[in-house]
């Protein structure tokens, strides 16, 4: 156990509903990751916050996903209108963020989304 | 960041040392070698980075060859809850090189 929790561990949801999911990061970490894993791939970076600021989003983030951190401390990602090509893992990661050169990523257990 | 290149799976007999080679011949100066795993169904968890020299913690140790164009991590007795997918990732220092980027790994599995 990392420290890093993720809510829910598995999801089920049909196809056009939303789904939410939340990341409460180690306490103290300022930045805060989500990355998504289909089977048989590696994690796939989706976006990073330094304390609330969202600073890097990947262009598989499409517009019917949105994550925000708004206090700084937990973070919610939220897929509208969920297809069936959105079934993964959503991994959720955090880091100290005040490292010189070097900064480790702890990650939580993941939600698994299944969309029917 | 760099690209690495792994074997997609290795066996190992439990008690025995697990090494696993990591390619990333295009590695520059300032950039570190991380190794993650995965078991099945779990998060990545870290294991072990290092820039240029060899590194050791309480569960493996990273070799860096001295032109850094290769690298081994090292479980020195393997037991069956090793088995897992391992990824070798190269990246960039901190600030503007946040993410990991993941390959396929190399799938370890530890036989009795």
């Known amino acids: 156990d990392t420290g890093v929790s993720q809510n829910p561990r598995h999801k089920i949801t049909k196809r056009g509903q939303n789904v939410t999911f939340r990341c409460d990061p180690i306490?103290?970490?300022?930045?805060l990751y989500w990355y998504r894993q289909t089977l048989g791939q590696g994690p796939e970076f989706l976006t990073y916050?330094?304390?609330?600021?969202?600073?890097?989003k990947s262009r598989l983030l499409s517009d019917r996903f949105s994550a925000e951190r708004p206090k700084g401390s937990f973070s919610t990602l939220e897929i509208q209108r969920t297809e069936q090509g959105d079934s993964a893992m959503y991994l959720c990661?955090?880091?100290?963020?005040?490292?010189?050169?070097?900064?480790?990523?702890?990650f939580g257990p993941g939600t698994r989304l299944t969309v029917l | 960041d760099a690209k690495t290149t792994q074997p997609t799976s290795m066996d190992c007999a439990e008690g025995r040392a697990a090494n696993l080679p990591c390619n990333h011949s295009?590695?520059?100066?300032?950039?570190?070698v991380y190794w993650y795993r995965q078991i099945h169904s779990q998060g990545p968890q870290y294991i072990i980075h290092?820039?240029?020299n060899n590194e050791t913690n309480e569960m493996a140790s990273l070799i860096i060859t001295e032109d850094r164009k290769s690298s081994t991590l090292i479980l020195p007795h393997a037991t069956l809850r090793d088995t897992a997918v391992y990824y070798c990732?190269?990246?960039?220092?901190?600030?503007?090189?946040?993410?990991?980027?993941f390959g396929t790994g190399t799938r370890l599995t530890i036989i009795p």
């Open positions: 916050f330094q304390n609330e600021a969202q600073l890097e």
């Open positions: 990732i190269v990246r960039g220092p901190n600030f503007g090189n946040e993410k990991l980027t």
């Open positions: 290092g820039l240029k």
């Open positions: 990661a955090s880091s100290l963020g005040s490292g010189v050169f070097t900064d480790t990523q702890y």
């Open positions: 306490s103290e970490h300022n930045r």
């Open positions: 295009t590695i520059s100066g300032n950039e570190y």
